[in-house]
């Protein structure tokens, strides 16, 4: 059995024995590190990219699934390792980083004893960082920037487009795969592929404001309840 796959095997085990509680999963992983430093960076990024985070049902999930106890870390150290973790992770995506500088820096942002002090604030910055949802990396490029006068430009001239888009996303069809291949037919049959990146633009734009609405109303509802 090689060493990535032994690695694997130990961290499922960790994630396994500790899956009601990920900041204790992440406690636990900590101290598996600390027991093999010569290999922890490379299970820090095995826990990283291959480890799943544990799935419940709709109603199962521990009731202390997502919490990190005050007792452990306080809530604005807490607070101030997810603002680093997510504005380090932000960072190096933007700089396009190639996907080994990009865990080295990670690694070396863990080891720093300066800004990540302790074993339980290490356990933190894990945590965090594995909730990420940019986490695994993928080094895909930056993509094709528009200024917003050529953007707003072509905006105008999809305007039949934009109608018939937000009929589509209203409508509920049976399927989604309905729902996408029109959509994937009105941008088809668009004249370049400056109008399909502002078409798909509007489509992704609409599809972040139902999600930010759906979270608006969820804090709103446990906040009343």
Known sequence: MDKTHTCKTELEAI???????????????????????????????????????????????????????????????????????????????????????????????????????????KAAFLNWLWLDPCIPYYQLGLGITMDEEMYSDIVEQLYPQRRKLVFVLNVGYPQRTQKVSILMKLADELSDDKQRIVFWSLVLGRLENQVQRLRTQKKRERSDG
């Open 15 to 121: 994630r396994d024995q500790h899956s009601h509680n990920l900041y204790e999963i992440c406690e636990a992983v900590i101290e598996y590190f600390d027991q093999d430093t010569s290999n922890a960076q490379e299970a820090f990024r095995c826990f990283l990219t291959q480890i799943e985070i544990p799935l419940y049902d709709t109603g199962e999930i521990p009731q202390d699934f997502l919490s990190i106890s005050e007792e452990k870390v306080d809530r604005q150290t807490c607070k101030r390792l997810r603002e680093m973790e997510k504005a380090l992770v932000q960072e190096l995506i933007f700089q396009d980083a190639e996907e080994n500088y990009f865990y080295d820096e990670l690694w070396r942002r863990l080891s720093d004893t300066l800004l990540v002090s302790s074993s339980a604030q």
